[in-house]
Structures are given as structure tokens and as C-alpha cells.
């Protein structure tokens, strides 16, 4: 073979070459390219992902904030509506002092009132017409007795004097029949007693021989059977036995008062 044969075989050679070489190169770059991508592919997708977690957890505090925050202004009302029935509870307590005060410095005030009034209700008993003697004298022990207890409150032992003033009162404008004693031992007899009102206190025997009347004045008893068919037909109405209608008692006369004594006259000048 000659030269030149032998440079036209190099040159079909590489020419032959080339291409292959080319291609392998081609290959690996397009392979790089693709797996370059497929990473950056990848990473976007990490990028993503975390994109999408860091939006959640953003959602998630933004939600927990807004909670957060309605629970806050709601908890600033409920303490501001809190602030103010503290508020009043303060002015009730200084309110409630000022009348434990007040109610100190009433008993202090009311206890002699009541004291007395006891003992006014014990002399009314017992100038009294001599009626349900043992009832009312038992009611003033009582009241007498309740006002050194301890555990009554004042305002109890004040309403139980009120009450036992307004029975007395009620005394004055009834007309009451009850069975008792007269008399003191032989001469003790059971009779019916006629009350009417504190007008007149009258009596008659169960069987009807003796009617008498509470003489005021003389403090004793008297008999009168003048009396008799007047007790008899009280007697009846005060048990509702028959109508309602006018009696005759025994009432004791006005007193006229003392005339004032006369001025002294003066001395001339």
C-alpha cells in the first residue's frame, strides 16, 4: 500500500470515528441534563412540600392567634363584668355594715322600749277585768322570761310582745263565753263567764239559779239576778246559738274629773 492509499484509509478511519464519538459524549450530556433536572424536579418538590407544611403551620398559628385572641377579649369582658359586681359587692358589704350599725344601735335602743312595754302589759293584766286570768298572767311570764334568753333575736321577742299586745287588743272587741271557777275553796262553784268585750264581766251557775257581775269599782263580785235573762241570752249569741241582738250589762257610770283647783290671785302692785 502506498502513502496516499494508506492517508485516504486514516481520514475514512476517523471520518468513521467521529460520529461515534459524538454520540457517546451526546448521550452522557443528555443524561446529565435529564438527571439534573429530575433533581432539581425533586427538589422543587421538597421545596414544596415544605411550602405547603409551612403554609399549614401558618394557617394553624393564624387560627390559634384569632382563637387566641377571641379568648382574650372575651376573658378582658368577663373581667371588666367581673370588676364591676365586685364593685358592687364592695358597696353591698359597705351597705350591709352601716345596717348591722344601725341595727346595734337599735337594739340598744329598743331593748328598754321592750322592757317596758312588758311591764305596761303586766299592769294591764292586772287591773284589768279578772278574764282568763291564769292564760293572760302565763303569757307576760313568758315574755318576761324570753326577753333574757340569748338565743331569741331581738326581733322575735319584738314581734311576741306585738302579738301578745294584739291579742289584749283584740280582748276589748269580742264577746267571749268560757267555763271557769268562781269563788275560793267551799265556796268555789264551777259557773259560765260572759265577756263582752272589757265593758262587763258577768257569771251565771250552770244551773242557772245565780247570775252575777265583776264590780269594778269594789273589786269584788256581785250578785244581781236582775242580770239573769241578759247572761243567758249573751250567753247564747257569744256561742252563735241564736242571731246577734242587744244586751244588757251591767256598765259602770262616768266619773267626772276633779275640778282644777282656782288660781291663786296675784298680788296687786
Known sequence: MNIPSLRLALV??????????????????????????????????????????????????????????????????????????????????????????????????????????????????????????????????????????ADVTTAEKYRRILEAFQVEMEYGRTLEPYEGTLGEGEDARTVNFLRVGRVALLYQTLDGDETGYWDHEAKKWEEDSSYEDGVTHGLKVARKQIAPDLLVVPVPAPKESAPAEAAAPKEGN
Open 12 to 149: 475514512l478511519a476517523g471520518a468513521t470515528l467521529a460520529p461515534l464519538a459524538f454520540g457517546q459524549a451526546g448521550t452522557q450530556t443528555v443524561q446529565t441534563t435529564v438527571g439534573e433536572q429530575a433533581t432539581t424536579n425533586k427538589a422543587a418538590a421538597a421545596s414544596q412540600t415544605r411550602i405547603n407544611s409551612l403554609d399549614d403551620q401558618t394557617q394553624s398559628m393564624l387560627n390559634d392567634y384569632r382563637a387566641t385572641t377571641r379568648e382574650a377579649e372575651s376573658l378582658r369582658r368577663y373581667n371588666a363584668q367581673l370588676e364591676l359586681q365586685i364593685q358592687s359587692q364592695r358597696e353591698e358589704l359597705v351597705s350591709i355594715q352601716h345596717q348591722i350599725e344601725q341595727i346595734e344601735r337599735t337594739n340598744r335602743e329598743i331593748y328598754p322600749l321592750m322592757q317596758k312595754m312588758v311591764a305596761n302589759l303586766e299592769q294591764i293584766v292586772a287591773v284589768d277585768l279578772p278574764f282568763l286570768q291564769e292564760e293572760r298572767a302565763e303569757r307576760v311570764n313568758n315574755l318576761k322570761q324570753m326577753m333574757s334568753r
